[in-house]
């Protein structure tokens, strides 16, 4: 059976490269120029895919349609019923099929409620927002082969639907699993691209309502406060990277075995639904050969690698919106003035079909700064009065390029490649770039697109709220009544109002470049990135003890050297907990010092903690499965008010080691303690138990211990638990390492990779991948990558599957 599926392979790509030719790999820019090739054949799409080992399927098309296609296909075989939810998300039907009241999974926006998110994608598909910039001509919109992808993905989940049996009790037999069009494939971009702007103030933009006109004795709505405003603005920001963050780290020449680049990729994404990555190889011989994760969805490699360079993202610390305070005309809260001259909102009136109940309208207000918005998150009111409104600007929502930067990734050849397709396509909304190539060199840039506000513009033109919103968050909110105020254009960028790459904090060919989610300041601590302005993140601020313990780690493995992939794997499940090193030590000595072996916890009984001493004591400081002492200090840390756990603050001249020292003199140390303890034998579980006991998810009734730890931990391996104590301890996991890839590269023409996806390629319970890589992240195991063609063609699992349409 396995010659046999080799020869159907090596006929396949014999037929598909006859139908190429011998094209050299090209950008995405080029290939455009040969536009006949991206046809369709008369007979329809079709593609061959070849699964190997943990149902990973290597896609190989001869044309981008057809590669999208066999993408669309294989996606909706591990994923129809998460793929499926998104799609009635983007054409704003969740009410219609789930009820008005329902929550949406938030992978795809902030919106609390179904009706919300219904209101604002029904106002995008109404407004034909999405239509228009698929008409735009690159490289302001998207070039002829990301849109043969995304009609050929809409084709191949089409295809799957019609000939195959939905199994996944998720959604099987379900009347909202139906067809998609390319434009549902690519609203999902766009959903993807505004999540950071537009996304987050969906509730704010949808509630939006003009003021009533006063009555006698109303009370005047109270002024906003300005500095709970920046406090909120500053944590809404901060969630970011604690619900999805990530780190990567690349290595150059000089610090690696053989001279050439190292990348470990790690990004912490959701565990659960529409923004999980799914893992793939995708060939069209002779111009692209791409493998790693795309975000459900999405039919190119958002992280990933090819034979000379590898690549990953990390959520990035610059804001991709800002505000515009808008003076209103005293006479209709709904018109605006601009250096006196009046203008009126325009409106959007949006009906949406409810389940069980009438259909609702509502209108929705739009400015030339962008929508009108009460809220940004439920902390972060900006109330509509009668002389003051609140526009957000998103430059994102005129942003369909990330296919783009990711087909020039690609087919890049080095890390100079991949900057290259930054800079000609600029797509990347939210995140950073850390990359590796054969050749040795690496790069960290964070070329993400935000609205072009430099801090001589927002000195000039914060209102008094955005003097304060500004230096605490990045969020700016400048006056909208003066068109002096307007963001202006860089020569170099690829539309008016964002910066353009020369603006952009980059680093090339450092020994290392890391980043876990602070701004780029220290992506290497031995060359910190000064000079950019405030709307891309802080400098000289603290960081998180994530980034420090990373940057401590990284730095130690460059100054070692020698370094090969084996190395990448080991930092991936060190485990090590930075705050174990910074007060373990000391939390064990002063517990062991308290009179009486006592600690008063938070409810005024004392507890005792003299097992807790011995067991802190002897505790090896990592959040592997079988760590004993870490479930301990992880409840007791969480207690640990962050405003007082260090007796020496932060130093700028010492930004890694500082702050330090526990403040075990702190009251506050002495009821974690106790609360911690008492908390764990209520609960039944040991004080010393190991970690993989009561960190673990349930998947077909069988438990899988979990490995890492949470944010405030600083652990690499980041995992976020929902924290079930009659239930075991944390029994599932929301968010943490997703996608990780270990690559480097030896003296043959094959990268040498080995991948992890921990949640598995599939969410099909009834699938043989639901759990299987799940297993390996508990073992801390690999996927020995197979991205050359012998490699494939050796699998022992090798299954070839023709998929066309019919």
């Not at 001509?137 to 089409?158: D, I």
């Not at 999405?298 to 804001?319: L, P, Q």
């Not at 599932?732 to 094959?750: D, F, K, M, N």
């Amino acid at each position: 059976m396995r010659t046999r599926a080799r020869r159907l392979v090596v006929a396949a790509v014999a037929l598909l490269t006859a139908a190429t030719g011998t094209l050299p790999a090209t950008a995405a820019g080029q290939q455009d120029r040969r536009s006949h090739q991206d046809r369709p054949s008369a007979g329809g799409l079709s593609a061959v895919i070849r699964y190997t080992e943990y149902g990973i399927p290597h896609i190989l098309a001869k044309d981008y349609a057809d590669l999208g296609f066999g993408t669309g296909w294989a996606q909706a075989a591990d994923q129809v019923c998460t793929l499926a939810d998104g799609f009635v998300t983007v054409r704003g039907e969740r009410s219609r099929f789930f009820g008005a009241d329902a929550a949406p999974d938030s992978s795809l926006s902030s919106a609390a409620g179904n009706l919300s998110s219904d209101l604002y994608f029904r106002g995008v598909r109404e407004a034909g927002t999405v239509e228009g910039l698929l008409a735009r001509p690159a490289p302001a919109g998207p070039s002829r082969s990301a849109k043969e992808l995304m009609r050929g993905f809409a084709a191949g989940y089409n295809a799957w639907l019609r000939q195959n049996r939905i199994t996944d009790p998720a959604c099987a037999g379900a009347a909202w699993v139906r067809p998609v069009t390319t434009l549902d494939v690519a609203t999902r971009g766009y959903a993807l691209a505004v999540l950071g702007g537009q996304g987050r103030a969906v509730d704010g933009v949808t509630a939006a309502r003009p003021p009533a006109a006063p009555s006698a004795g109303t009370a005047a709505p109270a002024a906003i406060d300005a500095g709970a405003t920046a406090r909120a603005a500053a944590g809404l920001l901060a969630a970011d990277s604690a619900d999805m963050g990530s780190n990567a780290v690349a290595f150059g020449g000089g610090t690696t075995a053989n001279g050439r680049g190292l990348l470990l990729g790690n990004p912490h994404y959701p565990w659960q639904g529409g923004r999980r990555f799914w893992q793939s190889q995708q060939t069209i011989p002779g111009r692209l050969n791409v493998a790693g994760g795309s975000l459900l969805g999405t039919a190119t490699v958002s992280i990933g690698h090819n034979a000379h360079v590898a690549w990953s993202h990390t959520v990035a610390t610059g804001v991709p919106f800002n505000l515009h305070q808008l003076a209103l005309d005293p006479a209709d809260p709904t018109v605006y003035l601009v250096d006196g001259r009046p203008e009126r909102m325009s409106k959007r009136t949006v009906t949406v079909p409810v389940r069980g109940g009438a259909p609702v309208t509502r209108t929705q207000w739009w400015t030339r700064y962008g929508p009108v918005v009460t809220s940004l998150g439920a902390t972060l009111p900006l109330p509509w009065t009668a002389t003051t409104a609140y526009a957000l600007n998103d430059p994102n929502a005129t942003n369909l390029r990330a296919s783009d930067t990711s087909l020039g990734f690609g087919t890049a050849r080095s890390t100079a490649g991949l900057l290259a397709s930054l800079r000609r396509t600029q797509g990347l909304p939210w995140v950073n770039t850390i990359a590796a190539d054969s050749g040795g060199h690496t790069l960290f840039t964070q070329s993400q697109v935000l609205p072009r506000i430099t801090d001589e513009l927002e000195r000039r033109c914060s209102t008094p709220l955005g003097k304060v919103t500004y230096p605490a968050s990045g969020v700016a909110v400048l006056d909208g009544s003066r068109g002096d105020c307007a963001l202006g254009a860089d020569p170099d960028a690829v539309e008016p109002g964002i910066f353009g790459p020369a603006g952009l904090p980059t680093l090339q060919d450092a020994p290392y470049a890391e980043n876990s989610n602070d701004s780029a300041w220290l992506a290497n601590a031995d060359r910190p990135l000064t000079g950019y302005e405030r709307i891309f993140g802080t400098i000289g601020t603290a960081r998180s003890l994530r980034t420090r313990g990373a940057i401590e780690d990284v730095a130690a493995m460059a100054r070692r050297g020698g370094l090969t992939v084996r190395d990448l794997q080991r930092q991936q499940f060190a485990d090590r907990v930075p705050a174990a090193g910074l007060a373990a030590a000391d939390a064990a000595t002063a517990c062991a010092a308290l009179p009486g072996g006592t600690a008063t916890g938070s409810a005024g009984a004392a507890v005792d903690v003299r097992e807790a001493c011995r067991v802190l004591a002897a505790w090896d400081g990592t959040a592997g499965t079988g760590s004993r002492g870490a479930l301990l200090f992880d409840r007791f840390w969480r207690r640990m008010p962050a405003a007082r756990q260090w007796k020496v603050p932060f130093s700028a001249a010492d930004p890694v080691g500082t702050p330090n020292t526990l403040d075990t003199d702190a009251p506050a140390f002495t009821t974690a303690l106790a609360d911690a303890v008492a908390e764990l034998r209520a609960a039944g579980i040991p004080l010393d138990a190991p970690l993989g006991d009561h960190q673990f998810v349930v998947r077909n009734g069988k438990r899988i211990p979990v490995p890492g730890g949470t944010e405030s931990l600083g652990v690499w391996n980041k995992v976020e638990a929902v924290w079930n104590p009659a239930g075991g301890g944390y029994t599932e996991v929301t968010t943490g390492s997703s996608y990780v890839q270990a690559v480097g590269w030896g003296g043959g023409g094959c990268p040498v990779a080995r991948t992890l996806l921990t949640y598995s390629q599939s969410s099909d319970p009834r699938s043989p991948h639901f759990s299987d890589q799940t297993r390996l992240f508990s073992g801390e195991k690999w996927v020995t990558s197979r991205f050359c063609e012998k490699d494939v063609l050796a699998s022992p699992g090798l299954r070839v599957v023709r998929v066309r349409e019919r």
